[in-house]
Each structure stands twice: as C-alpha cells, then as structure tokens.
C-alpha cells in the first residue's frame, strides 16, 4: 500500500489546515493510522494515532488544537489542525500500523509563520 500526503503549506500562527492521507488500498486493514511530524534538525514525533476502535490519542502539545479522522469510503486519514504556532513547523508525515510495523508515507511540509 503507498500513502500520499497532501494539504501542507505556509500559515500564519493562529490559522488552521487540515492534512490529508491517502491510501491506494484499504485502511481498514491497518491496526491504526498516524500522524508523525519532523521539525528540521529533530527527530520525527508522534502528532496523533487513531486505532481501528476509534480510539484517539494525541501529543500533549496538540491537544486541543488537532484532531484525527479518518474516511474508511475513500480511504483517507485527515489532520485537522487549528491554533497552529510556530512550533509546529515541520514535515508531516502518515503512516499506517499494523502488527507494530509502521508503512509511511512521504511527508507534506507545514509552516507556521509568527
């Protein structure tokens, strides 16, 4: 399966944009979907997973102000994300988990101006 992320660019602080992430086949199949992100010169971070329960969990620095979801019809997992800072800068990458194996895709760069 390849992911494709989308819905990237340049925002200033305090705006919103939502990522999306699509798959060529069924999400379904995967235990959960991801979001990670990299800032330059960091190491890539979880941004939020969502399971195949529906249960959600998030960086403590994003709660509140990103939230996950998914369309199973047209497999797509989405970020959603508002009150963005600065600090979120960063690649944003998807990736789908199954069996503790990650499958990423390429990353979307998002950018925060202040």
């Known amino acids: 399966v390849q992911l494709q992320a989308s819905g990237g660019g340049l925002v200033r602080a305090g705006g919103s944009l939502r990522l999306s992430c699509a798959a060529t086949?069924?999400?379904?199949?995967?235990?959960?979907m991801a979001w990670y992100r990299q800032p330059s010169g960091k190491q890539r971070e979880p941004v939020a997973v969502?399971?195949?329960?529906?249960?959600?969990n998030y960086a403590d620095s994003v709660k509140g102000r990103f939230t996950i979801s998914r369309d199973n019809a047209k497999n797509t997992v989405y970020l959603q994300m508002s009150s963005l800072k600065p600090e979120d800068t960063a690649v944003y990458y998807c990736?789908?988990?199954?069996?503790?194996?990650?499958?990423w895709g390429q990353g979307t760069l998002v950018t925060v101006s202040s």
């Open positions: 990736s789908g988990i199954k069996d503790a194996r990650f499958q």
């Open positions: 086949r069924s999400i379904i199949s995967f235990d959960a």
């Open positions: 969502l399971t195949s329960g529906g249960d959600a």
